[in-house]
């Protein structure tokens, strides 16, 4: 196969952990035959810093061109200015929209040799499996209109939470989809209680369950999903829900695994071409000191490898080298408090598991 894969370092740790992705993308390359074509662009501060612009033109254009985005993270103090107009993260939701990317995805599985590293008791987390969807391209992070003013001394600031039928009805029906060869249950977390919003998801999500009837459809409201993620969470098996709801809760069920930095995503749309990032930001109180972990961007690399390049048994590699390298005691600094890996020494734990599995099974 031959692909085109941008990557998009920006800020902070996001340019490190980028390059242990990259070189997951190049073993598996020459493992199994493949060509992959690199491009880095600029976004987020960085982008700002350059072009006054956190999503360049050049850097959509090419991701619109691409299989497959691999992103780093934006932001950091240099650019936290609450005044500023322009801010880096304005570039990932560009980007999102750009390339009408609504749903992310978000699996949380715990490797059972890191159930220590949790702060909850082993029996709780225990064989967790969990996938996240959430929506992503509506809601308060995009509705209109959005304000600050002041009116006779006195500050005011209005965001809109919005959404349509269609933009419900997309992403819930996609939840079913990838929950009917799991466990086939899935929880559609709202607040109908308050919101219409949520009052007309939770319509949606019971019409879309008509077309599916080997899937159990459960609706909770969101205090409670957030309450059931820690005292049950493997009740669970895939949850949907709108955006703002999807990022608190999937910053949440990190916990789960012991660390936010073990936690890839893919935002994904109607085509084959996503964007893949692990949930982690920045982490600028880390950068430059090469202790981030990669593990997050290793497995984002196997999601971009399985939804976008159609390519699962080199997915399947890359997640069961990581398995391996933890289960051979590979660490980084977030994940122990006794002797750690570097970012690059993780990043290559994985890549040479990954060449040891591929040279004695063979490419499949």
Request: aromatic residues 4%; charged residues 25%.
């Amino acid at each position: 196969m031959e692909a085109k894969i941008v990557l998009l370092p920006g800020d902070g740790v996001g340019p490190e952990v980028v390059s242990e992705g990259r070189k997951v993308l190049e073993a598996v390359a020459a493992a199994y035959g493949h060509q992959f074509a690199f491009e880095e662009r600029p976004i987020g501060g960085v982008a700002i810093d350059e072009t006054g612009d956190p999503l360049p033109e050049p850097t959509l254009e090419a991701c619109r061109s691409a299989a497959a985005v691999l992103l780093g993270a934006v932001g950091g103090p240099k650019w936290d200015d609450p005044q500023a107009k322009v801010r880096p993260e304005q570039g990932l939701l560009g980007l999102r929209q750009g390339l009408q990317l609504y749903a992310n995805l978000r699996p949380v599985r715990l490797i059972p040799e890191l159930v220590d590293a949790s702060p909850l008791r082993p029996e709780l987390v225990k064989d967790v499996d969990i996938l996240i969807v959430r929506e992503l391209t509506g809601g308060l992070y995009f509705g209109e209109p959005r304000l600050l003013e002041t009116i006779d001394g006195k500050r005011r600031a209005v965001d809109t939470l919005e959404y349509h039928e269609h933009e419900i009805r997309r992403v819930v029906r996609l939840a079913f989809q990838l929950a009917e060869p799991r466990r086939a249950h899935l929880t559609s977390v709202d607040k109908a209680n308050v919101l219409e919003t949520s009052r007309l998801w939770r319509q949606v999500a019971q019409e879309e369950a008509h077309s599916f009837p080997n899937v159990r459809l459960e609706h909770q409201l969101v205090d409670s999903a957030a309450m059931r993620l820690i005292a049950d969470p493997r009740h669970f098996d895939v949850l949907v829900t709108e955006n703002m709801f999807g990022d608190i809760l999937s910053d949440e069920a990190s916990v789960l695994t012991g660390s936010l930095g073990m936690l890839p995503s893919a935002s994904i749309g109607e085509g084959t071409l996503g964007v893949y990032e692990p949930i982690h930001g920045s982490a600028p109180d880390i950068a430059g000191q090469g202790i981030a972990n990669p593990i997050g961007t290793i497995l984002s690399v196997a999601m971009l490898l399985r939804h976008s390049l159609a390519l699962e048994p080199e997915a399947v590699a890359v997640e069961q080298a990581v398995q391996q390298a933890i289960a051979d005691g590979a660490r980084t600094a977030d994940l122990t408090t006794n002797d750690s890996q570097t970012t690059e020494e993780m990043g290559e734990a994985v890549v040479d598991r990954l060449k040891s599995r591929i040279t004695t099974e063979g490419p499949h």
